[in-house]
């Protein structure tokens, strides 16, 4: 399996910056894509940014232009860029790595992290 461990949250006023961090480790040679997802309070869990083995990158709507998904495949590790933050970005936000079919077929299956809670506050 994957194990996936974030980083970095906190509490930053409106209009700061913070760079979120997830550290992967196990069956990383199983992980095709990386996604960092949201959830606020009452809210349901929804995509932020997404990057894939092929480096592709995807963002929502309400993050574009703001944050920068990156992975850097040497430590494993992926990154989450957050700037001009907006007190609606507050959330506990989610580090899942999707798993290949190939390693699916031998029963490893995509995986989540703890969460970190960032905080914005106006």
């Known amino acids: 399996q994957v194990q996936l461990v974030e980083s970095g949250g906190g509490l930053v006023q409106a209009g700061g910056s913070l760079t979120l961090s997830c550290a992967a480790s196990g069956d990383t040679v199983c992980i095709s894509a990386l996604v960092w997802y949201r959830q606020a309070p009452g809210k349901e869990r929804e995509l932020v940014a997404a990057?894939?083995?092929?480096?592709?990158?995807k963002y929502s709507d309400s993050v574009k232009g703001r944050f920068t998904i990156s992975r850097d495949n040497a430590k494993d590790t992926l990154h989450l860029q957050i700037n001009s933050l907006k007190p609606e970005d507050t959330a506990v936000y989610y580090c899942n790595a999707a798993a290949t079919k190939t390693c699916q077929l031998r029963g490893v299956f995509d995986s989540w992290g703890q969460g970190t809670q960032v905080t914005v506050s106006s």
């Open positions: 990057t894939t083995s092929a480096e592709s990158t």
